[in-house]
């Protein structure tokens, strides 16, 4: 198996970690959107780990306020954390080895662990 190459390859992680997303009944209803959003929210993802894993700066940031949105909108609670992470995880593991396969999880675990703390208050 292989490590995350380029762009591509983060693009297919974070569309086959979404196709699991849209069939887990607690996590689906926060990613209902218009297609023309759901594209615009796709490409900023993907802009977001393509930043991380190879300094692109093709992301420009904000993501704590989009969260405190979606919380405000549907309760970002601390279920709805660990079902986002446990997918993220096996979504990374079913299609990537190596360092950057390693860095997309402890990141996402890192940034969960912030965000959880914050929103529940229970760091
Ligand atoms: C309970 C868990 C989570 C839920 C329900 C959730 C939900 C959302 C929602 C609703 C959006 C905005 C979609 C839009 O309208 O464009 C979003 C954006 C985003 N999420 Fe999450 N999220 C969760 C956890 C995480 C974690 C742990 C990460 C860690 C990397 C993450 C990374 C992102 C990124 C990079 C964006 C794009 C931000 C931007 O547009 O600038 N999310 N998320």
Redesign the pocket.
């Known amino acids: 198996m292989n490590d995350i190459q380029n762009r591509a390859d983060i693009e297919l992680l974070v569309n086959s970690f979404y196709e699991k997303v849209h069939k887990d009944f607690d996590?689906a209803p926060?990613?209902v959107?218009p297609e023309t959003?759901?594209d615009?929210?796709i490409t900023?993802?993907v802009n977001?780990?393509e930043n991380w894993l190879f300094q692109t700066g093709s992301?420009?940031?904000?993501?704590m306020?989009?969260?405190l949105?979606?919380n405000q909108?549907?309760g970002?609670?601390t279920e709805?954390?660990e079902?986002?992470?446990s997918l993220?995880f096996i979504t990374a593991d079913t299609l990537f080895e190596g360092p950057r396969a390693e860095f997309v999880k402890s990141?996402?675990?890192e940034?969960?662990q912030i965000?959880?703390a914050k929103m529940n208050n229970n760091s």
Not at 59 to 63: A, K, R, S
């Open positions: 996590l926060v990613f959107m959003e759901w615009r929210h900023r993802v977001f780990w992301y420009n940031g904000g993501m306020w989009v969260h949105q979606a909108k549907h970002l609670t709805r954390f079902r986002w992470l993220w990141k996402a675990l940034i969960g965000m959880n």
